[in-house]
Structure formats: C-alpha cells, structure tokens
C-alpha cells in the first residue's frame, strides 16, 4: 500500500516556476505525474523508476520540467519551469510497485494522490 500527498499547486504567472512534491508511504514503487486540463482527460507528465535513475517525460514538457526523488525522504518532486498557460491542469501524483518503470498510461498505476492545482495565467 502506497499513500501519496501532493502539495505546491499554485497560481503563477506564463513564464514562471513552480515545484510540486509528493509525499509517500510505502517503498519500492515508480511514480508518475498526469494532469487534467480543463474539460480534457488525464494525461501523462513524467515518470521516474525506483531508483530515480531514470527518467521520462511527455514532448510537451521535455526541456521545462525535470521529475526528481529522494527516497531517504520518500519524495517524488515536479519542478515546472517556463510555464506556459497551456499548462494549466490539476496534476497528479501516481505510483505503482508492479514494474521498476511506471508506463505512461494512467491505469498502470495503483495508488493516487488527492492532486494539486495549478493556473498559469498570462
């Protein structure tokens, strides 16, 4: 059983930064961050294996934003820079511990978070 908490959604300027982190119960688990757009459906973000050796991210925020780790603290972070309003969603942590590397479709993963908001405006 994994439990995650997200937290630092927020409003922000296009242009800025914001860091969301996920705290976690549980060990041994991939972790995934999906977003829904207004009126859109879910859709992948990034994911980061156990380790956090290795890391992925949909096209659409590669080169912006960077997913992270820490499992001394059992933390998975988002850091967004260089948002733009297009990435204006509710964002969510997920996490399984049926594979090393979660995939990127959101029913691969077991356990979710509550989510978090955030606005980018312009």
């Known amino acids: 059983q994994v439990q995650l908490v997200e937290s630092g959604g927020g409003l922000v300027q296009a242009g800025g930064s914001l860091r969301l982190s996920c705290a976690a119960s549980?060990?041994?688990?991939?972790v995934g961050w999906f977003r829904q757009p207004p009126g859109k459906e879910r859709e992948f973000v990034a994911r980061?294996?156990?380790?956090?050796?290795?890391?992925l991210y949909a096209d659409s925020v590669k080169g912006r934003f960077t997913i992270s780790r820490d499992n001394a603290k059992n933390t998975v972070s988002l850091q967004m820079n260089s948002l733009k309003v297009e990435d204006t969603a509710f964002y969510y942590c997920?996490?399984?511990?049926?594979?090393?590397?979660?995939?990127?479709?959101?029913?691969?993963?077991?356990?979710w978070g509550q989510g978090t908001q955030v606005t980018v405006s312009s």
């Open positions: 997920a996490a399984t511990q049926r594979t090393v590397l979660g995939p990127i479709q959101a029913s691969g993963y077991d356990y």
């Open positions: 549980g060990r041994n688990f991939a």
């Open positions: 980061i294996d156990w380790s956090g050796s290795i890391k």
